[in-house]
């Protein structure tokens, strides 16, 4: 009872202002026929496209357009499924899958060229071009075509968004008598605080005062202005931070701040559980993670008080406030039209119609009404869809919506699916522009692909078993830095960076 009181709080509060959307306004396709259009959609090796998801039953009373999926759930890899989907004679109408797999195959034949298609029968798709160029380039392939539709995480236009955050318990904060840390040395001091205080007041000093879901540490190099991995420099070319000294230095503070306890021992074990895990047990201080689902735990365990609050970045070693963790506006994945379409200038209003401000509603809220309310313009979320058992985003994707393919998720139905303890910390790290610009998606030649393809994993591998010597204490980082360099370099690290480099002059000229 209490809870679903709260939610609804937070729901009421959450109303959200939206542009006059064209609600109601019906997608005509010319009265054309009814057609049967068959798609394979196996992604992230779990999503797969299901004939009853309702939004696409909603698009089929619109656009006349019935997809039927190919892909089946018996194969779980989405590569897999990929390429046994490509070895069969015939291919299906529609094709989603990676930008980067379709644009392969594309130019290999599988898919075919859209640019006439789009000029003659799309025009939301070029609208969401013109607005986004970033889309239209990570559309087009090296042989100068497009072969797919691409997706994004939020409406183009609005500058780098977050998509996680710091959290630290206030409640533990409060117990200690401290304040939130703000700078790289004061967070240190507050986590070494959780580790020999006993802020959860059990009289053993079992807290765990930082721990992260994934078993990475990226989100704490940045506190050392470092980065382990490809990055925008400020010469306007890409770096790999990897063998830099920064990343040397924040390696060795962090090993420190491991054999003191202040990370998580099981950090690379424990899994995605670990949240949940560490907050139910009241073990866990501080984390690195998405709003929306880090904001939802203080409901679930009141029973101790439980407070855990997204907090600023504490500055970094050069007196930064940033967040280099952000959101990509684009997901990397869109889909198609295969060689063995018969239809493919309907296919291609099809696919229209999901850039139309109706399908980006239906991508983004689900089906008016069902799902959302609107009232003099303001958007939300029916209390069956907010209360949802799983979140909001989980019940969304069970229908179909915000499902990664060629659909724009507009950012404002994501916040209001959240709860004003996230939206709080989401407005807060994009109001004060901590969020820093993003890698973007860059189209490789088949050269380029080829060296990253012969090279990039197992340098990746090696960094980060290396890593883990480093942070476990296993080996020392001084000892051995100038071995582990020389052998990045004996793995061709340079010529990856210089494909990377090259893709991206390609990509800033390409914008231009
Ligand atoms: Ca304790």
Redesign the pocket.
């Known amino acids: 009872m209490k809870k679903s009181t709260r939610v609804l709080a937070a729901a009421l509060c959450g109303i959200l202002l939206l542009p006059a959307a064209g609600c109601g306004e019906k997608e005509t396709t010319g009265g054309d026929e009814n057609l049967d259009l068959s798609v394979h959609l196996h992604i992230y090796d779990y999503c797969v496209f299901d004939d009853d998801w309702a939004i696409f039953k909603e698009a089929e009373e619109k656009t006349g357009v019935a997809l039927h999926g190919t892909a089946v759930e018996t194969i779980s890899s989405s590569a897999q499924a990929f390429s046994t989907m490509l070895a069969d004679r015939t291919l299906p109408d529609i094709i989603a899958y990676t930008g980067d797999e379709l644009k392969e195959n594309g130019m290999q034949g599988a898919l075919i060229p859209l640019e006439d298609l789009i000029e003659e029968h799309a025009p939301n798709i070029q609208k969401f071009f013109e607005e986004c160029p970033e889309a239209k380039v990570a559309a087009t392939a090296t042989d100068g075509h497009i072969y797919y539709i691409p997706g994004t995480l939020a409406q183009p236009g609005l500058g780098n968004l977050p998509s996680m955050g710091f959290f630290i318990r206030q409640d533990w904060l409060d117990a200690l008598g401290l304040e939130t840390p703000t700078t790289v040395d004061e967070y240190y001091n507050v986590l070494k605080a959780f580790r020999e205080q ?10 765990i005062p930082y721990f992260k879901r994934s078993g990475v540490l990226d989100d704490l190099y940045q506190l050392f202005g470092a980065k382990n991995s490809f990055y925008l420099n400020a010469d306007g070319g890409i770096s790999y931070g990897a063998t830099e000294e920064a990343y040397k230095n924040a390696v060795k503070e962090l090993a420190k701040w491991y054999s003191e306890g202040l990370i998580d021992k099981e950090i690379y074990t424990r899994g995605e559980q670990s949240r949940e895990q560490l907050l139910s047990s009241n073990l866990g201080g501080s984390t690195h993670d998405w709003f929306s689902s880090t904001a939802s735990y203080n409901d679930k365990y009141l029973g101790f008080g439980l407070n855990f609050v997204p907090m600023a970045p504490p500055a970094d070693i050069n007196g930064v406030v940033k967040e280099d963790i952000g959101r990509s506006i684009l997901h990397g994945l869109g889909w198609g039209i295969s060689k063995d379409n018969k239809n493919p200038e309907r296919t291609m209003e099809y696919f229209d119609f999901w850039l139309s401000e109706e399908g980006t509603l239906l991508h983004s809220f689900g089906i008016e009404g069902k799902d959302y309310t609107v009232e003099n313009g303001e958007y939300q979320f029916v209390p069956e869809v907010l209360n949802a058992e799983g979140g909001v985003p989980a019940y969304l994707r069970n229908e179909g919506a915000v499902v990664e393919f060629g659909a724009i998720n507009r950012i404002e139905a994501e916040l209001a699916g959240m709860n004003d303890l996230a939206k709080e910390g989401f407005n807060m790290y994009l109001d004060n522009g901590y969020v820093q610009p993003q890698m973007p998606s860059l189209g490789f030649t088949e050269e380029e692909q080829n060296v990253i393809n012969a090279h990039l994993t197992d340098i990746q591998t090696f960094c980060k078993e290396q890593e883990q010597k480093w942070i476990l204490g296993a080996e020392d980082v001084d000892a051995t830095w100038d071995n582990y360099v020389a052998t990045l370099q004996s793995m061709n690290l340079d010529q990856v960076i210089a494909a990377y480099n090259s893709a991206y002059v390609r990509y800033q000229q390409e914008l231009n």
């Open positions: 006993d802020p959860n007041g059990n009289g053993q000093q079992d807290e």
